[in-house]
């Protein structure tokens, strides 16, 4: 398998180890730094110009920096193979809704590795377990939806679908609001200690804000990229907090609004836990743009994570099935998900057993 | 010395435990569970008579449930004797503003141990190292502020004095604020989530909401307690989240904004490192009740940190001399402002040296 790297910092620098070590993959990279990335290891050659990195690629990751994303996007897709699948690695999806149309694309964002830039700290294992978001539109080919997914899986990550508005929409509220929030507690704590020596606190302030001001250049920018779904996510959490600050002006009791945050904190933690055993769904599928896609986000809409999906086409390609290993105690619902989208479920294995192996993959991504 | 604890749970327990061990003080309780509180050491004897526990008592520490603080702070006060010094350990200094009109009260807050609650959790070192910040007010007596100064020192504490306003509105800002944002952090990510899977998201989210949902009784209570001064710390994280949500629909860039979020945390971070070599500074002072809560609130309204204090009446008690060890950085604004205040500051040795001895205290307290 060839896997060009548009980009090779922390990100495209470890996806670049990662396909190397794990994948076997030839590995090549597009950057002015690319190379001290090959010095590093993390890629197997630097090209000075993009038709050579991208020539015969299997994958293309876009791993440039947000306001450069968009203009990279449209002329990786414009010089790709046809056959090639390509992906960004942006922190918002809407910077990338133009290249959604062609079927080759799909957005990515990885959750890992904000904190340090450069190739200096690339690593092989910066995307163990961590959630790969993808967001695939009804025009996406679903055969290279399948590739991309099965490769970040060979890269230790796990790939989530999702819909490209609600992407933002999460990501606005786990990350880009907390970050706001940081700077705010932390402007407030000044001004509430005026000159006074600020206490030795437990961790619970520290914690709070140990990502105020963090990276300005990168957050500005983030911020930016997200600003209409940030804007939305300062609504709610505002509106919230003008509620408790009548409440505690009316002198009325908080507990039970603490319990409530009790009760919601113990569903995202359960929410959150790892899949545990998985079930394999059969499905037979028209082997048409979007049919992949449908199927991945309905089953992503519903909380329903597919921790491996293998698609098998019919000789004359007409016509294929769809492999999706879904979490046990899911796999009733998800059989009913994809029934009710028109699709025929061929089989269902509820015996646990790990997915397909991935040595199909590794030795060259012939699929 | 003798010292009396009223309400022997995590926080009383721990100043039991402390105070025989670090200070061989003898320890006396009044809880309905003082009978567990001696079974586990912290106490050496429990009192079914209130007069009994503070009969002869050198320090009293008043830590019940803040619902009943303030009237048991009074019936203490009532019962204590004329020499005994009284604090409590409430979280809000507003609680006990009545009882700041006797001359033996100081107004106490340990910033430790919140989150478990019972004395079976209580600690010799639940202190090491925590801020216990200190209310005297102007009719507070000198040297029994002194007393129990030195007596937090010897628990493992760093004593700080603040005024009982600050303090509050301190709090509000460094902990109330941070639990009523966690809860909103918590509530709005579920909100966005909406049936998705929450992301395998790194510690970010995770330490902002940490303490979300935390101790329902026990945080209803607090924030009840501080509702004025967290309501004043909801107006201006309020204001503050509006202008960025402005900027963002402006199309604003806020890297600036997060520039400045990081020289505040880092001007808080740096402003909360440990006090470093010391300075000691002598001061005659009359003896008559406010002028060390005076001498110490002013220190402290300037952030200057007092690690040490040591207070030496003149033979016929009409005048004194106040050791203040502060920080060397510090030594010649903290003359300053003692000088300002009408006080003669006898000598300074800049000469980095530990504080007095504290086997004056250790040997039974006769100050």
């Known amino acids: 398998m060839i896997v060009a ?22 590995v090549r990279g597009f950057d002015p730094r690319a190379d001290e990335a090959v010095a590093r290891g993390a890629i197997h050659s630097a090209h000075r110009d993009l038709g050579d990195a ?10 440039v920096p947000v306001d450069v994303l968009a203009d990279t996007v449209a002329t990786v897709l414009e010089q790709a193979p046809r056959s090639a699948v390509v992906t960004d690695v942006g922190s918002t999806k809407r910077t990338v809704l133009g290249a959604a149309r062609d079927p080759r694309f799909v957005g990515g964002h990885p959750l890992a590795g904000s904190e340090a830039a450069g190739v200096e700290h690339a690593r092989e294992d910066l995307f163990d377990g961590a959630t790969w978001y993808l967001t695939p539109t009804a025009t996406t080919q679903g055969t290279l939806l399948e590739r991309l997914h099965r490769l970040l899986t060979g890269l230790g990550a796990r790939p989530a679908i999702i819909d490209a508005d609600v992407h933002d929409r999460v990501m606005a509220a786990v990350s880009h609001l907390p970050h706001v929030v940081a700077n705010v507690l932390v402007s407030r704590a000044l001004d509430a200690l005026g000159g006074e020596r600020p206490p030795a606190t437990g961790p619970s302030f520290r914690d709070a804000t140990r990502v105020a001001g963090a990276h300005p250049a990168l957050w500005g920018g983030i911020y930016a990229a997200n600003r209409d779904a940030l804007a939305d996510a300062l609504d709610g959490a505002i509106a919230e907090l003008e509620t408790v ?19 919601r904190r113990r569903a995202l933690v359960e929410a959150g836990l790892g899949p545990g055993a998985t079930s394999e769904l059969r499905v037979a599928v028209p082997n048409r743009p979007g049919v992949i896609a449908d199927i991945t986000l309905t089953l992503g809409r519903a909380g329903i994570n597919i921790s491996d999906m293998a698609l098998s086409p019919s000789p004359d390609n007409s016509q294929g099935e769809i492999a999706l290993w879904v979490p046990d105690g899911r796999a009733d619902e998800a059989a009913a998900l994809v029934a009710g989208l028109g699709f025929a479920v061929i089989a269902r294995d509820d015996l646990t057993r790990p997915p397909i192996s991935r040595a199909r993959m590794a030795s060259g991504g012939q699929e």
């Open 54 to 63: 991208l020539d015969g690629a299997d994958a293309v990751f876009v791993a």
């Open 245 to 263: 600050r009548a409440q505690l002006r009316d002198g009325a009791d908080l507990t039970s609004w603490q319990d409530q945050a009790a009760i």
């Open 5 to 26: 790297v548009v980009g090779v910092g922390l990100i495209g620098g470890s996806v670049g180890l990662a396909a190397r070590s794990r994948l076997d993959a030839t």
